[in-house]
Each structure stands twice: as structure tokens, then as C-alpha cells.
């Protein structure tokens, strides 16, 4: 099976470490990977603000600055000129999906997506408290107030997760649609500090099979992320066991991403990820 990583960040991104992605490659060559995809945080929709709801950095931190496009292509440009003959260097985008934002997001993938070779479409906002979005992964706060609170119980805030998800799977993201789902259990990330059901009801397994069904008909991709492993109050990989077994068996791809956004996490918990799916 080729090496490859297909979830990586930069010092583009503002809630990353700052480390450069040169050295993040670096590494990447050293561990023996074979493919390595860059895949920064698209810019988000200014729209999308007056739909915002939580710590402002929540938004303002989620995403590389459409100004930064044009270095950020350049760079990983430079890259590929660079270790091309070391190493395959995708680029991309990790795209949020946003509901009441698909035409924005249409239009952005049809202008840089013919720059891109790889990308992945992700959830990490989601409606909540006042129908407001509420960011699934940045504090305990906002998770508390704008997403576990209104939701009757973890069961239901996991099936409005796994909706959202579908939902973007099913979306008309035009013919630069990304063809990889990015972590599609993040909603764990926080599981341990809440308590939340570390199984599934079998109304929720129900959702969970629809949104399988969805991404095997596109014919997409599995993001498999090792970033959870890692988490203070996740300690699982994304997805968990039981989807990752479900996945399987359905014969949908699964693509090790590590999610790195720091030199130190790329290629994190590679062989655990493997030797789970072997």
C-alpha cells in the first residue's frame, strides 16, 4: 500500500503551530511517505460571520485569509519543485461545509480548485443554541453552551452530526467537490470531558448507515485521522472502531490523514491507523 498522507496543514493556518510546512515534508520524506497532501483550511464565507455564534477566534482562527491564497499556492508550488522527485506534494484545501453557504463555497472551489490535486471536505460548525453556528471543536464552552445543551442528549447531538455530515456528502459542490470526508466523528473530540454514549443507539446506527451509503455512492473517500488519538478528551481516531469497521466492510476507501498542523504530528499514529485496518 502506497505511504501517503492526506490531511496536512501549514504555517498558513492561524491556529496551528507556525511551523513551516518545508520541515513538515522534511519529516514526512524521513518517515518514508510516499504522498503528502497539503490541505489548508479554505477561507470561509464573510457571510458566514452573522451565522457565527461563540469565541470570536472560533471563526476568525478557522481558516487560512483569502489574501494568503496566492503565497500559499507559491509555496507549495516551490515544494513540489523542490522534493518532487522525493515525494508526491498534493495541494488543496480542507473545505467547510456550511449549509446556508454552498453557492459561496460552489463558486470558491470553481475558481482555485483547478490549482488543487487533493482536498477534503469537512464539518466543524454546526447549528445550535439561538440557530446560531456553533464551532464543534474549539472550546468546551461553546461546545457546552451552543451544541450539547440544546441537543436532548448525546445520542441526538451525534445524529444531528451525522445528518450534517450526509448533508454535505450529498451536496452540489460543482466538479471540484472535494472526494474525501474529513473526520467525520469529530463531534467525539470532547466524548471523555462530557461523558458522551461511547456507543451508538441503534437509531443513531441508522443515520450512521445512511451517511456511509451516501459517501460509497459518490464513490468518496474515508479520511482516517489520527489527530483524536491524540486529543486530551478524545483518545480515539476519527472515525471511531465501530464506523471504522462499518466502513470497511462496506468497502469504502480509507485515507490516513494526520491532520498535522505541527512538525511534531506529522505522520502520528501511522502504524496504530494501519495495523487497525490490516
Not at 496566492?70 to 461545509?97: C, H, L, S, T, W
Not at 445524529?159 to 454535505?168: G, L, N, P, S
Not at 480509507?254 to 498542523?261: F, K, W
Request: glycine share 8%.
Amino acid at each position: 500500500m502506497l505511504k501517503q498522507d492526506g490531511h496536512s496543514h501549514t504555517e498558513f493556518c492561524p491556529h496551528g503551530s507556525g511551523d513551516d510546512v518545508e520541515l513538515m515534508i522534511q519529516k514526512a520524506i524521513r518517515l518514508g511517505f510516499k504522498s503528502y497532501s497539503v490541505t489548508e483550511h479554505a477561507p470561509l464565507p464573510p457571510a458566514f460571520a452573522a451565522e457565527y455564534a461563540g469565541l470570536e477566534t472560533g471563526y476568525t482562527e478557522a481558516s487560512m485569509a483569502m489574501s494568503d491564497l496566492p503565497a500559499y499556492f507559491k509555496k507549495v508550488q516551490r515544494m513540489q519543485d523542490k522534493y518532487g522527485a522525493q515525494i508526491r506534494i498534493n495541494v488543496g484545501f480542507e473545505v467547510d461545509f456550511l449549509p446556508n453557504q454552498v453557492q459561496w463555497t460552489r463558486d470558491f472551489l470553481n475558481e482555485y480548485g483547478p490549482q488543487t490535486t487533493d482536498n477534503v471536505l469537512s464539518v466543524h460548525f454546526m447549528q445550535g443554541t439561538d440557530d446560531h453556528f456553533w464551532c464543534v471543536d474549539d472550546t468546551l464552552d461553546d461546545f457546552e453552551k451552543g451544541l450539547l445543551k440544546p441537543a436532548r442528549n448525546g445520542q441526538s447531538l451525534y445524529r444531528q452530526y451525522f445528518e450534517v455530515v450526509t448533508e454535505a456528502v450529498n451536496a452540489d459542490l460543482g466538479s471540484y467537490a472535494p472526494k474525501r470526508i474529513g473526520h467525520i466523528t469529530l463531534i467525539k473530540k470532547f466524548q471523555d470531558y462530557f461523558g458522551l454514549p461511547r456507543t451508538y443507539d441503534a437509531e443513531t446506527k441508522q443515520v450512521i448507515t445512511t451517511l456511509l451509503q451516501a459517501v460509497k455512492q459518490h464513490g468518496d473517500e474515508l479520511d482516517y485521522n489520527a489527530a483524536g488519538l491524540y486529543k486530551e478528551f478524545c483518545n480515539e481516531t476519527y472515525p471511531d472502531a465501530a464506523i471504522l469497521k462499518q466502513a470497511q466492510q462496506m468497502q469504502i476507501p480509507l485515507v490516513y490523514g494526520s491532520d498535522a498542523h505541527s512538525i511534531k504530528e506529522v505522520g502520528h499514529g501511522y502504524h496504530t491507523l494501519m495495523a487497525m485496518i490490516n
